[in-house]
């Protein structure tokens, strides 16, 4: 048989692919030396490979079963209480009942997007906002609604407006999705007021926020501290925030392990949504995360990736600098992976990528996070994998890639 469509449901053919999954299958098919600054994944070379080693070969060693055996859906206990440290840390005072682990927090968001958002509602997002998000809302079948965004993170005029205009017209809307520290794509840190001010909104408006969380232990000291990453969830009194955070970008994506603090109410429903989903979580990989936090070894990671990005960030910036002058633009990162970059007028996304590709460099299109059309000005530049010589070579491909003239 080779067409199946007839098979397939009214969700199964509608599904959204994350258009950076996509660029992969594309990244994928090309031969040659390619540089990529699309991809958001952390350096390998950074994983405490010693450590890990070390700890999974204990807990192989055959002398425990349950190490290999199914687990709670929720995940590992052990594992939870350490999370609730972690939390604390953040300024997050959490029980067990109001945490869960996820495999990844792309599963903390398709949850969300089962339990909470029903066909034909509108979810308000940021212009422009995380591609993973808006694949599992869109999955579930919502309109997005995009809100501006200023240097300090989301204009809260425009969200206001938007939340009402939207309800005026009969929308149910309920959810605000963010991700306040070091912005994917736009690295931009959401100030401090507008923390307070959300909240404060959220409770006023009857809303909930998803506050989703991969890179606030990733603040570059020069420019970031811990206390502007403060969550929003920290000072949550009224029960408004569902907060998602992971281990992928600080000890490594490949053991998926994240998880979700919400009010327990939420946790119960994400748990039973989560039960038909995988019924577990990998146990194994759990326990070595465990390991990793009870050993130290999360503490460090942190304390040396905060180095390692700052000083990818500060080599892509003057080497940007260096190949463009003014002609890009950006609001520099003070943490995280991204940089944001504003092209010079008559250059447009897609286009580009086309004649970057050929000079072997990747980006991703700024229109692929946005969801109001607009984005084709930008381009996403990741700059956590390339090493500094990488991330030289990769610029002179792009501005080589911009020249002679303009593509559009
Ligand atoms: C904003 C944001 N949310 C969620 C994720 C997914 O992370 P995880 O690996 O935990 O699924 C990412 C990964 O890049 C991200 O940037």
Request: charged share 25%; with cysteine.
């Amino acid at each position: 048989m080779n067409s199946y469509d007839s098979f397939l449901s009214p969700l199964g053919r509608s599904l959204h692919e994350s258009v950076l999954r996509k660029m992969g299958q594309v990244i994928a098919s090309r031969s040659g030396d390619l540089i990529s600054f699309a991809a958001g994944y952390p350096d390998p070379a950074g994983f405490p490979w010693e450590e890990f080693r070390a700890i999974a070969s204990e807990l192989l060693s055959g002398k425990d079963g349950s190490v290999l055996q199914y687990g709670p859906t929720r995940g590992y206990r052990p594992l939870i209480e350490s999370i609730l440290g972690v939390l604390e840390k953040r300024g997050i005072k959490a029980d067990l009942t109001e945490v869960m682990t996820t495999s990844g927090s792309q599963q903390g968001l398709d949850l969300t997007a089962r339990v909470l958002i029903a066909p034909g509602d509108v979810v308000l997002v940021e212009v422009p906002t995380y591609t993973g998000a808006i694949a599992a809302f869109r999955n579930a079948q919502c309109r997005l609604v995009g809100v501006r965004q200023d240097a300090d993170g989301i204009n809260l005029e425009d969200l206001d407006a938007s939340c009402m205009r939207e309800r005026k017209a009969g929308s149910r809307v309920n959810l605000l999705y963010l991700v306040p520290n070091f912005q994917n794509p736009a690295g931009i840190l959401l100030s401090l007021e507008k923390r307070q001010r959300l909240l404060e909104w959220a409770e006023r408006r009857n809303m909930l926020i998803v506050e989703d969380d991969p890179y606030g232990e990733l603040y570059f000291e020069d420019v970031a501290t811990a206390a502007e990453t403060r969550p929003l969830k920290a000072d949550d009194r009224h029960g408004r925030v569902i907060y998602l955070s992971t281990f992928s970008k600080t000890l490594a994506p490949g053991f998926r392990v994240a998880w979700v603090a919400a009010p327990a109410p939420i946790v119960e429903r994400f748990d039973t949504a989560k039960q038909s989903m995988d019924l577990m979580c990998g146990i194994l990989d759990q326990r070595v995360v465990h390991q990793s936090i009870a050993r130290g070894v999360l503490d460090r990671q942190a304390a040396a990736l905060r180095k390692l990005y700052r000083d990818r960030r500060d080599v892509m910036e003057q080497t940007l600098r260096d190949q463009f002058g003014d002609r890009l633009s950006w609001i520099k990162p003070k943490g995280g992976f991204f940089l944001w970059a504003q092209l010079p007028d008559g250059f447009e996304d897609i286009a580009l990528l086309e004649k970057a590709m050929e000079q072997g460099v990747l980006f991703v299109i700024g229109s692929a996070f946005c969801v109001d059309g607009s984005g084709h000005g930008r381009v996403r530049l990741s700059f956590s994998w390339p090493a500094p010589d990488r991330i030289r070579e990769g610029a002179a491909r792009l501005a080589r890639a911009m020249m002679p003239t303009p593509v559009a």
